[in-house]
């Protein structure tokens, strides 16, 4: 009885909820998740950071202005013609002549980070956008998965509420009957977990797109029905499209630039420092003999220092830099071999789709072939009524089988356009098979269960 209620109640509040939820197609749901999603929002404040830096490398190839002042006043313990208040003022104008390379080191580290800022930024863009699409597909599957269950079920309560009805007039016993209750019952609990799949799939959707949830849980509803992509990139071109434009490497090599900068930084501690300055300074002057109290003037000058030995920091500082770098090269290497992986792995994933895929298409026409001979066997008296539900069962799971391997394509897909860093609508492969091969039914028709197991009988 209760699972009968959950059957009755559940599509309501699934009904309620995706009514609730705002519906977005493929390419609507990527646009918002770029707009909504918290991690692409974070990436941008971080890439804007790493502008500021620059700004702020970039002032030390510009003069800076500084003022200082002193005010004291002596206590003495003698006797002393010398004036006990004591102050200075000044405003300089101070520009940096010499630095050993550290300035232009440290802009170059700027704007070699803010690149790779960018970089990040965009192969997180790169990977909620393929996460969304991975999503998108998942609801569709689950919702597709849901009309098979669906119909499945209605085709076992007819077939249950049939045997009911031949036995009453005894042309039938009881166990037509039990078998019919236990096929339908094993049905009930694959529509219920369809169900809530699809509920979390859409719930995993919205999160991605950044659905402002207001204190509650929001999902969001993917439009239009799972299909068939046929296409077949070749492995040769997108591994070395991949290797090119995938900002994972690129970030991984400026991590080594980044690197060969600093070892410029850290040895210019190592040579001296001039810069010179300008001003106007107001000073007091101590002894009266030389003159007045109150004196100014303007000022010019050169400051330099050179930090003849520091115990050897500076050296160590060089070492964790060579190894520092010597591991980025490493990083750099991971980062191809991971990205070659990638796309080798999205390939392997489209060949076993496309496999499956022909596969159970033959095996959705066979099922419903051996629907059709388990009928007319019955209807002859050669079969069994647990033939009829064994090869009833049989084509449900075939035709669900045949959606999983069109999800599984379309995912590959996605996976390869963001192991290349392009949108799968801009890859340009070629069509291999058709959508629909002469002779055949549409995909979502051929996936649909028998609407009925009667006949025959």
């Not at 079920?153 to 209750?181: C, H, M, P």
Request: contains cysteine.
């Amino acid at each position: 009885m209760w699972r009968f209620a959950g059957l009755v109640i559940l599509p309501f509040v699934c009904a309620t909820l995706r009514a609730a939820a705002p519906s977005y197609t493929v390419e609507e749901a990527v646009a918002a998740a770029k707009k909504g999603n918290a991690e692409i929002l974070m990436a941008a404040k971080q890439l804007e950071a790493a502008k500021g830096g620059v700004v702020e490398a970039r002032a030390g190839f510009l003069p800076g202005v500084i003022s200082t002042g002193l005010l004291q006043k002596r206590e003495r313990v003698e006797a002393s013609r010398l004036r006990s208040d004591d102050y200075d003022a000044s405003l300089r104008v101070v520009q940096n002549l010499y630095t050993g390379g550290a300035i232009t080191s440290q802009l170059s580290i700027a704007r070699l980070n803010e690149e790779k800022r960018a970089l990040e930024y965009q192969a997180l863009v790169n990977r909620v956008s393929m996460d969304v699409r991975l999503a998108f597909y998942d609801v569709l599957l689950n919702r597709a998965k849901i009309r098979v269950r669906e119909q499945s079920v209605r085709v076992f309560e007819e077939e249950l509420k049939t045997q009911r009805e031949r036995f009453e007039t005894g042309t039938v016993g009881s166990l037509n009957v039990s078998r019919a209750e236990v096929a339908l019952a094993n049905e009930q609990p694959e529509l219920i977990d369809a169900q809530t799949s699809l509920q979390n799939s859409e719930l995993r959707l919205g999160q991605l797109i950044g659905v402002d949830s207001s204190g509650k849980p929001m999902s969001a509803e993917a439009a239009g029905e799972l299909q068939y992509a046929p296409k077949h990139p070749e492995l040769n071109e997108c591994l070395a499209y991949a290797d090119v434009t995938r900002p994972e490497i690129r970030a991984r090599q400026i991590d080594v630039e980044i690197e060969n900068q600093q070892l410029i930084l850290d040895r210019s501690a190592t040579r001296p420092r001039v810069e010179a300055y300008a001003g106007y300074e107001a000073y007091s002057e101590r002894d009266p003999a030389v003159g007045p109290e109150f004196n100014h003037g303007f000022i010019v000058g050169l400051n330099a220092t050179w930090h003849i030995f520091d115990g050897f920091a500076t050296r160590g500082r060089l070492q964790a830099t060579r190894a520092r770098r010597d591991a980025a090269l490493h990083a750099l290497e991971a980062a191809k071999l991971s990205v070659s992986s990638d796309v080798r792995s999205a390939f392997l994933d489209i060949q076993q789709a496309d496999r499956v895929l022909q596969s159970e298409t033959r095996n959705v026409q066979n099922a419903d072939e051996a629907l059709e001979i388990a009928k007319g066997n019955l209807g002859a008296g050669l079969g069994t009524q647990l033939d009829i539900l064994q090869a009833a069962a049989d084509v449900t799971r075939t035709r669900t089988t045949r959606f999983g391997a069109i999800y599984l394509h379309n995912v590959a897909l996605a996976r390869l356009a963001r192991a290349c860093a392009r949108e799968p609508n801009s890859l340009g492969f070629a069509p291999k098979i058709s959508q629909n091969p002469p002779g055949t039914k549409p995909v979502l028709e051929v996936a649909a269960p028998p609407a009925t197991l009667g006949g025959g009988r």
